[in-house]
């Protein structure tokens, strides 16, 4: 089933429709870091037409990179979990430069999967105003996934990327949007929100 069939059955099965509160919003950029590249770049040029739209349309771009100091000290369960990490300061750590922040927008630097987990990213949405998060990136099922329903806990109201996330494999992309359409997140793409932003929907 191709990934347009997938996310229409999805939107059938879980009707939860919301429409973004543009002055509200803000684009959470997760972990577009060299580390995963080799997953990220089908999503690549979509997200970074969104990003520039988000500036141009004055919407707020945050964005988190994940990095570890010493996995001895700061890598708890995760740095278990896999047995190595990514460590701050090497060139897996680095953002893609495709899409690079540009100097107003907000880098929340985190070491575990969700962006609010002992990072000032709630306190910097609360100053903005937010109450609406556009969440991409990588990994759909990690650090994207944990996020969002870590966000949607925290009331905001999660619009998820669906062709604007990446993660290993397919079925683990699939798996993943289809928990955060039953019970965090509006399931929402790219092209969808450019058109949002710009006035043509």
Not at 108 to 133: C, I, M, Q
């Given at each position: 089933?191709?990934?347009?069939?997938?996310?229409?059955?999805?939107?059938?099965?879980?009707?939860?429709?919301?429409?973004?509160?543009?002055?509200?919003?803000?684009?959470?950029?997760?972990?577009?870091?060299?580390?995963?590249?080799?997953?990220?770049?089908?999503?690549?040029?979509?997200?970074?037409?969104?990003?520039?739209?988000?500036?141009?349309?004055?919407?707020?771009?945050?964005?988190?990179?994940?990095?570890?100091?010493?996995?001895?000290?700061?890598?708890?369960?995760?740095?278990?979990?896999?047995?190595?990490?990514?460590?701050?300061g090497s060139f897996d750590a680095q953002?893609?430069?495709?899409?690079a922040p540009l100097a107003e927008d907000?880098?929340?630097?985190?070491?575990?999967?969700?962006?609010?987990?002992?990072?000032?990213?709630?306190?910097?949405?609360?100053?903005?105003?937010?109450?609406?998060?556009?969440i991409g990136g990588v990994m759909t099922?990690?650090?994207?996934?944990?996020?969002?329903?870590?966000?949607?806990?925290?009331?905001?109201?999660?619009?998820?990327?669906?062709?604007?996330?990446?993660?290993?494999?397919?079925?683990?992309?699939?798996?993943?949007?289809?928990?955060?359409?039953?019970?965090?997140?509006?399931?929402?793409?790219?092209?969808?929100?450019?058109?949002?932003?710009?006035?043509?929907?």
């Open positions: 089933m191709r990934n347009e069939e997938f996310l229409r059955e999805l939107r059938q099965s879980f009707p939860h429709a919301g429409t973004l509160h543009v002055k509200q919003s803000a684009l959470l950029v997760v972990d577009m870091q060299e580390y995963f590249r080799p997953m990220a770049g089908e999503i690549l040029p979509r997200l970074a037409e969104l990003i520039a739209t988000c500036h141009l349309m004055g919407v707020p771009v945050i964005y988190t990179q994940h990095s570890h100091q010493d996995s001895s000290r700061d890598g708890g369960m995760l740095a278990q979990w896999w047995g190595q990490v990514i460590l701050a953002l893609m430069p495709e899409i907000k880098l929340v630097p985190k070491n575990r999967y969700s962006a609010f987990y002992k990072t000032d990213l709630e306190e910097h949405l609360h100053k903005l105003g937010v109450t609406d998060l556009l099922n990690l650090c994207c996934e944990t996020t969002a329903r870590d966000a949607f806990v925290r009331d905001y109201r999660v619009f998820f990327l669906a062709d604007g996330t990446a993660t290993a494999t397919q079925d683990f992309q699939r798996a993943s949007l289809t928990n955060l359409a039953f019970g965090f997140a509006y399931l929402v793409t790219c092209d969808q929100i450019i058109r949002l932003l710009v006035g043509d929907e």
